[in-house]
């Protein structure tokens, strides 16, 4: 693709405090993927508990995140970003600090604190990003994030691995701790502008306008499928490569999974026009079905990639719906609720396909979760075209 073609990204990145915000969301965003695959092997190695026990820490925290995600959005809507945050640094500072040396249970408690209070990294970026960048580049503006997430989630887990490999457990969790407290701080430091100028007025009184729009609805619905289908893609392809004893392959095949994601990321960045959600969301359980029936890590590498094109697309499509179809001064909620919505279906996902594959096979999720995102997508397609759901973007 010739170099020209990328223009739209330089024009995004040349923009005040783009590069800079992505930095520091980099830097927050990598410690929570951390955070995910240093708690099971804490729990596993550390404390000698099954993988039953280390899922459910994970289960805990993403019930925290689950649920503080609105309310936190409304607290940086009615009362800023800084003031928002200080809750999330002593919070992280003190559960990270102990929680290497609780029992389970305790560790269970902390985790969902943890999660409760964790930084709104993901909905901070993406409301400020629809601030400082031009309406006509929010499209290239939230797929280069949705890119930048994905690098995130290939560095983060991997990074978890080496340092509990390398020490131990108890230093790589409070390597995370330290690293979300830093990431907060830099954060606050940063406070990156979540709202044009408006009047006094309008900047404190956010109850004036609505929150529940059909956009922010229907663009929670297709993130919650989407999230689905990825989360079961992710448990599916794991468990295909150990039934057909390839787990050694499982790292190269999960990352030319989000390979495809990162090229359909950025070719959704240079479209001249909005590709609607659901859509996308069709398109990614339409791709995720072949995988059903191919074998061998290459055959699964190469489903992947083409599944992973839909990937980043997807999500970047959901909050443009949201940042479009909402007022700026609720944006923060808008993105709160468009985050549980995130993580409710990817909580949902890797159980649903580990439920289908011990029941039926290892390859028979990516045949269910494609065909609910199939379904998810055309009955959300259908409700946007009853509603006569017209998002005006640029």
């Not at 951390?34 to 039953?52: K, N, S």
């Not at 928002?84 to 609780?102: D, G, K, N």
């Not at 709160?336 to 594959?357: D, I, K």
């Amino acid at each position: 693709m010739p170099t020209q073609a990328f223009a739209p990204y330089r024009d995004v990145l040349k923009v005040r405090g783009v590069v800079l915000l992505e930095l520091v969301g980099s830097l927050g965003r990598i410690p929570m993927f951390m955070a995910g695959i240093v708690c099971v092997l804490h729990v596993v190695q550390t404390l000698d508990l099954g993988y039953g026990p280390a899922g459910l820490v994970g289960a805990f925290a993403t019930i925290g995140t689950a649920i503080s995600s609105p309310w936190r959005g409304w607290a940086v809507d009615r009362y800023g970003l800084r003031r928002a945050l200080v809750p999330t640094v002593i919070a992280q500072a003190a559960c990270w600090s102990v929680a290497p040396f609780l029992p389970y249970t305790g560790l269970l408690v902390v985790s969902f604190t943890a999660g409760l209070l964790g930084p709104p990294v993901f909905t901070v970026v993406r409301q400020s990003l629809a601030v400082v960048v031009p309406p006509e580049r929010r499209r290239t503006a939230f797929s280069l994030d949705a890119v930048l997430v994905e690098f995130s989630y290939m560095i983060g887990p991997a990074a978890g691995t080496a340092v509990a490999l390398a020490w131990s457990t108890t230093a790589a969790m409070l390597v995370v701790g330290g690293a979300q407290v830093v990431a907060a701080v830099a954060m606050f430091v940063l406070n990156p502008p979540l709202r044009s100028e408006l009047t006094h007025e309008e900047a404190t009184t956010t109850s004036t306008y609505g929150i529940w729009t059909s956009a922010l609805l229907l663009a929670m619905a297709c993130a919650f499928a989407a999230d689905l289908v990825l989360s079961a893609t992710d448990l599916a392809l794991v468990a295909q490569l150990r039934e057909e004893g390839a787990v050694g392959w499982t790292g190269l095949v999960l990352a030319v999974w989000a390979a495809g994601s990162v090229v359909g990321g950025l070719a959704h960045g240079l479209l001249p026009r909005a590709v609607p959600p659901w859509l996308l969301v069709c398109c990614l359980g339409a791709a995720t079905v072949p995988l059903t029936v191919l074998s061998g890590p290459v055959a699964l590498a190469i489903g992947a990639f083409v599944a992973g094109l839909f990937c980043a697309p997807v999500i970047s499509a959901t909050v443009e719906l949201v940042a479009h179809g909402v007022h700026e001064s609720v944006r923060g909620r808008a993105m709160g609720w468009h985050a549980a919505a995130t993580t409710v279906g990817a909580a949902l996902g890797a159980p649903l396909a580990g439920a289908v594959s011990d029941a039926t096979g290892p390859g028979t999720p990516f045949l269910v979760v494609g065909v609910l995102g199939i379904a998810a997508g055309a009955a959300t397609a259908v409700v946007a075209a009853r509603t006569k759901l017209r998002p005006r973007f640029p």
